[in-house]
């Protein structure tokens, strides 16, 4: 497999940390936003969107958007939830991320991080919901530690329906938001979950 | 089921089109955002995220985000690609759509149709964005009626893996971008498209 990707961006080293953790080979080919190496003939050809990461899969098929490229990665494997209902909840929170977390969290720490803009400079409606999504993410951890491990609101409702604990199932976002300046919010859920991530292959 | 919707949302009217075409039976809750009612204790219960739409399915669980709950409802229907690979590239295209569609041209449909914005006074990075995605479904439709039918890249990089056409595989989005006030691409794709979507159940 051949990974297009930018190693300063979040949505394209999770395609990199899916595939260390499986176990799977590939070659990386950093592919720099910032000098528009999405915008080449070579790389729309990949991907008509012009976004990394993108990926040439064994067969040769292309394939973009990260969390199409993880799910399909990992198919079959430990990271995904057999249980219908859990995969739907597992769904959920990915479209969450990139509806909800990644347009703020991950644009702050770009901002932030990169461009050297201060936090304070920050657009505050980035940093509102920047914040709020950090928030919904604590609250998700602290109610269960892989966000849909037959727990929340599942486990309430079916006292008898639990899933078997230990597995990883979602590699949950969060990773770089440290750099995105804002503050965590209180709770042992993040805190807890970025400690766990340190270690993640 | 019970569908929590605001019926100006195309998202949430996706998961009503969904159950429709599957001929599930539900209750639908009308939500209405501008009033708030994604914000009481009650709903914030359902999907802490206080986003519409949510469902709760008839075992009592719930489960928010558009795309999860379409994806859901329709495993194991002919809406839902067998073949890992276009089910890869199924995914791919709604994780795009949540991430570069929605925010551009639901975001400029509501600001003109239901707030009564002129065009040109919309902000012209949406306009722009907007304009972008139409342009990247209307590439998508006219090299394969349903985006993912075997088409495009795949077919031309295996010649006879041609997967049977004619059964509904995924309903791109669109239906309501005319409403967005934006620009219709040239070209043959999203005109048949938004044809075709007229007559859909």
Not at 21 to 32: A, N, P, Q
Not at 54 to 80: C, F, K, M, T, Y
Request: a positive charge; hydrophobic letters at 40%.
């Amino acid at each position: 497999m051949r990974i297009f990707g930018d190693s300063i961006s979040g949505n394209c080293l999770k395609v990199k940390w899916t595939a260390d953790h499986l176990r799977l080979s590939y070659d990386w080919i950093e592919t720099d936003v910032l000098k528009a190496a999405t915008r080449t003939p070579e790389f729309l050809a990949l991907n008509p969107a012009g976004q990394v990461p993108a990926v040439i899969l064994d067969d040769g098929r292309p394939l973009a958007q990260s969390n199409a490229i993880i799910l399909h990665l990992a198919e079959g494997s430990a990271l995904i939830p057999a249980d219908p209902y859990d995969r739907a909840r597992m769904l959920e929170w990915m479209f969450w991320e990139q509806y909800s977390h990644e347009p703020y969290v991950a644009v702050a720490r770009f901002q932030v991080r990169f461009q050297g803009k201060a936090v304070a400079d920050l657009e505050p409606r980035i940093v509102e919901r920047g914040k709020a999504a950090l928030q919904r993410l604590e609250d998700g951890l602290a109610a269960s530690p892989f966000l849909v491990d037959g727990g929340g609101q599942s486990r309430r409702r079916r006292p008898g329906g639990l899933h078997p604990r230990g597995r990883r199932r979602r590699l949950p976002p969060g990773r770089l938001s440290e750099g995105a300046g804002l503050d965590r919010p209180g709770g042992e859920g993040l805190g807890y979950h970025l400690g766990r991530l340190a270690t993640f292959r």
